[in-house]
């Protein structure tokens, strides 16, 4: 069996749940192991119906009032407690804040390596993995020898579009039998503030970046009303925070977001590769450039070479016109 740690929000199955599903359906056909879920906190049949969608033969489910919202000690202690008592060939999760968090408590309890952040696996007797390092900026080939291998797969590296499996099924549940110590509910999440209604960055189906090229944070106004009428949000470079023209929030790349839209319109930006990384998973990109050169030009889908401050007010009345 290789186990998927699976994460959840308010009743419906993350997109980082279903790349680690989708992931995980290759590496267990490659493995030759059966695919099961790891559902803690809820065992809502739309959870894993959904699960089954992509591919779970069987969910585990752990529920119990303290669990309801994320705890990382009483995760991780109980994806351990999985470990011993299920016997697992492996286990996986996506490498987002959380899924590492609970891998490392996984690793810490049972004593085991972890690797995170994998974008390739050959299963053999020692596992050789490629991961993403330096947040994008470096790969590595690492080899490891664990007896239960714990693997974290890439946000949005490896899986751009997760798919349902072919052969969708309702899953067998198997609610599992916890033990939780005081100790294990150290850290708890007590309450979550919304600070932003909409769209944002890291699920925008649209981001309108904006770079060193946009000359001034009122420039950016433009974006704002570009990103306003596509439904999407505004995003922007190192540069651009570096000069205090937008909050850190904002910013894309290795030391920002890593975003997937459909479609990123980045607009006086140069595609450094700090950037790009964060930049990548985006499905298709338009840059708009006043250099045919530029990084971002050479690898986008579509580029228009011109001056953004006129480019981007055309698109803007070009919208507004055909919409009237
Ligand atoms: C450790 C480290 C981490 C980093 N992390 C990040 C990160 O997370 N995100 C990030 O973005 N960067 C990051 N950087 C910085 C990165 O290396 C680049 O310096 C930065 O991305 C450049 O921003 P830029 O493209 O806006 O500016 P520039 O590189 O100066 O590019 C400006 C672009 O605008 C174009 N332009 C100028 N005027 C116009 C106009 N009127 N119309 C159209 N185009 C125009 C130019 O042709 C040029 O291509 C990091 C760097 C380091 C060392």
């Known amino acids: 069996m290789l186990l998927v740690f699976v994460e959840h929000e308010d009743g ?7 790349e680690a599903l989708t992931f995980g359906r290759t590496l ?50 109980i994806v351990a407690q999985m470990v011993e008592s299920l016997g ?31 974008l390739d696996i050959t299963p053999d007797d020692d596992w050789q993995i490629t991961r993403v390092q330096w947040g994008g900026s470096l790969l590595e080939d690492v080899s490891l020898e664990a007896e239960v291998p714990l693997v974290t797969c890439g946000l949005h ?21 916890i033990e939780l110590e005081d100790a294990d509910l150290v850290t708890m999440v007590r309450d979550r503030v919304v600070q932003e209604a909409g769209v944002t960055l890291p699920t925008a189906p649209v ?45 894309v790349g290795q030391t920002g977001t890593r975003i997937a839209p459909e479609i990123y319109i980045a607009s006086g930006i140069s595609g450094a590769i700090q950037h790009w990384v964060g930049a990548m998973a985006s499905k298709h990109i338009l840059a708009i450039n006043t250099d045919a050169e530029a990084n971002m030009v050479t690898k986008a889908d579509w580029a228009v070479i011109g001056d953004l401050h006129e480019v981007i007010p055309a698109i ?9």
């Not at 690793?107 to 952040?117: E, G, K, M, T, Y």
């Not at 803007?316 to 009237?324: D, G, L, Y």
């Open 207 to 251: 981001v309108c970046g904006g770079g060193r090229g946009v000359g001034s944070a009122d420039g950016f106004s433009q974006l704002e009303e570009l990103a306003g009428l596509l439904g999407g949000r505004v995003g922007c470079s190192r540069a651009v925070t570096n000069l205090g023209w937008r909050p850190h929030s904002d910013q």
């Open 88 to 118: 697992p060939a492996a286990v996986l999760a996506c490498g987002t804040s959380r899924g590492n968090e609970v891998m490392a408590q996984v690793a810490a309890r049972l004593d085991v390596p972890f690797v995170a952040n994998a």
């Open 12 to 18: 419906v199955l993350v997109e980082a749940a279903r």
């Open 316 to 324: 803007v009345e070009e919208i507004k016109a055909r919409r009237a």
């Open 157 to 177: 590296a490896v899986v751009s579009e997760p798919g349902h499996s072919q052969d969708p099924d309702i899953p067998d549940i198997e609610e599992f039998d």
């Open 28 to 77: 267990a056909v490659k493995m030759g192991e059966d695919l099961h879920a790891a559902l803690i906190g809820s065992d809502d049949d739309d959870l894993v119906e959904a699960a089954g969608e992509y591919g779970a033969e069987t969910v585990h489910t752990a529920t119990r009032a303290a669990l309801t919202d994320y705890s990382p000690s009483a995760y991780g202690s």
